[in-house]
């Protein structure tokens, strides 16, 4: 398994990289800014120092034409940038008239009037009458300016980035606790233990993933409720059965004669054949409340009914019932979308319980019709009937209307309803036909409208 | 001795009937809460063994009622209802002893036998009397100390009557605790039978009371 990224680590390494880029930013800005603004009060200052020369040089030109030399400026008064600036005065034809000590021999620069740039050197080229005046500059001066400006604008903000990393260390560590928190719950769970998850406190961000987890403990805890229920139910209703089976077994043991011995056998084996049934219906209702594994298909109503009949046909025999099927529209073929196999589990326990409870040599019905987007299957006895108060209670597990005959387990409209139920349709009890008997009928989607179950 | 059996089960209440018709107890046999109460209330039993889950009437209603209206009959509850608080409620609504399904049929025989020892005062099962001795878990009968065969309904009259030395039982009540309501008896059979205790023991180990039935009566 490889190693998560973590949150704290990206957030904080993407917090340093976009700092140190911004401030990085700031910095060349601030440094073309000042650049800019020293540009402008250099020039303009060495634009007047070229003026005010040109203007001396006038004044003193009407003495007569001064001869070349080299003019020495007073001593530097100790000013960092006063000896970077510089002078020449030429004549009309490009001699050198004047200059000042730190100026060469040659001109600064080609005699066009303005700025340009020399070998690190600013120079203003002014055109006064007869002379032409050059002042420079070294870039230097400026260059170190600027970069002292820039610092200066930088060095505070560079300063505070560890305050501003350990304060969002902190404020991450605020927003995350409730994730930390949450971790801990459930590391710190028992394992048995379903309840929601509380957080002290949440965020929008870990709301979602807390009712996410709670929703899926809440599931799991009904469907253990749901297996837990029905294991107690299971052995609850085992012990009748189980009794019955140890009763006739050590009667049988006991038996002061062959013929006490053999009827306690075949009493045995009656309790027997019941305790496999209702084992077989327990696993029938467990199957049909186990989640749908298979994915559904088509399936025909009328070839479910017709393998459930053969399965019941030996009760139906013995009890001489006869049993008829009607398709309405005549002989259509009724398709559903289902699981055939729990399909067919309905039918039989449907075409069971008529061969249980109707009288013998009677008649049971099988109706297969087709409505707008739903099937029906209807079986109708002629049996007891169930009254109407008990319609709702024949389908509660292990539930048998008391008095009822037979071994029934109490679980085959109980099978019934669940796997109504999961293909999406219901049951419901009805008189029979002359408000006699009982009459079931399962709705079942039809096979066209499957594409509006599934999604 | 007559038991009550009250069991909605068709399989296991035949069981039950069995265990006990073998262990030579009458047994009848009642498949409802309603029936169940009317036997009660008719009376006459010397045990009850009964399920809960009946039809009709649930069998704590049953016992309920039939407490408050003076049954006094030891009862064993017979049920798959497990929990203790169950069985509290079982013993609470006026039942003597809770067995627990499936159980054993030994088991179930010696409570009924420990509810019939109780109900008489007794301190052993064994029934003495004088020189005859007679032990319902062995189901033997001895004359001092000679085993003596008996068949089953001699065994069962000589019970019924040791059990209450020294009380007078009507004819009805010994032959219902023979025969049970629908068993059709010859109107001399109880007087067959009890000739051959007589012969088989001693002449003087039933005595016959003039218009109203038999006693065992208490050794001098």
Known sequence: MSRSLSIRAVLLGGSIAILLLVLGAAAWIAYRGAQHEADEVFDARLATSARVLATLMAAHAQGGPAAPGVVAFPPPLDHPYETKIAFQVLDAQGRLLLRSASAPDQPYAPLEPGFSTRDSWRVFTLQSGEHWVQAAESDEVRDELCAKLALAAVTPLVAGIPLVLVLIAVLMRYGLAPLAELARRIERREPASLAPVALARSTAEIDPVLRALNGLLGRVQSAIARERRFTADAAHELRTPLAALKVHAQNAARAHSEAERHASLERMMAGLERSVRLVEQMLALSRASAARAAAFAPVSLNQVVEDALDDVLPRLKERRIKVSVASDPDDAELMVHGDRDKLTCLARNLLDNAARYAPAGSAVRVGLGAAPGAATLSVCDQGPGIAPELRERVFESYYRIPGSPGDGSGLGLAIVREIAVQHGGAVEIEDGDGARGTRVRVTLPAAASRAARDT | ?220
Request: hydrophobic share 45%.
């Open chain 2, 1 to 220: 001795m007559r038991l009550l059996l009250v069991e909605d089960d068709e399989l296991l209440g035949a069981g039950i009937e069995d265990t006990l018709t073998r262990a030579r107890y009458a047994v009848e046999w009642v498949r409802s809460g309603p029936l169940a109460l009317a036997a009660l209330e008719h009376g006459g039993f010397d045990a009850v063994v009964l399920d809960l889950g009946l039809p009709g009437m649930d069998g704590l209603e049953v016992l309920r009622r039939a407490r408050a209206g003076g049954c006094l009959a030891p009862v064993l509850i017979l049920s798959a209802r497990d929990a203790v608080a169950q069985r509290v409620a079982g013993l609470d609504a006026g039942a003597d002893d809770y067995l627990v399904k499936p159980f054993d049929v030994d088991e179930l025989l010696a409570r009924v036998r420990v509810l019939q020892r109780r109900a008489r005062g007794g301190a052993t099962n064994v029934l003495e009397h004088g020189s005859v001795r007679l032990d319902p878990v062995a189901l033997s009968v001895t004359h001092e100390g000679r085993p003596v065969a008996l068949q089953r309904r001699e065994f069962m009259l000589l019970h019924k009557l040791l059990a209450a030395p020294g009380q007078v039982l009507t004819r009805a009540q010994l032959e219902e605790s023979l025969y049970g309501w629908d068993g059709s008896v010859e109107s001399n059979a109880l007087d067959v039978h009890v000739h051959n205790l007589r012969r088989k023991l001693y002449p003087g180990v039933i005595r016959t009371v003039r218009g109203i039935g038999y006693v065992a009566d208490p050794p001098a």
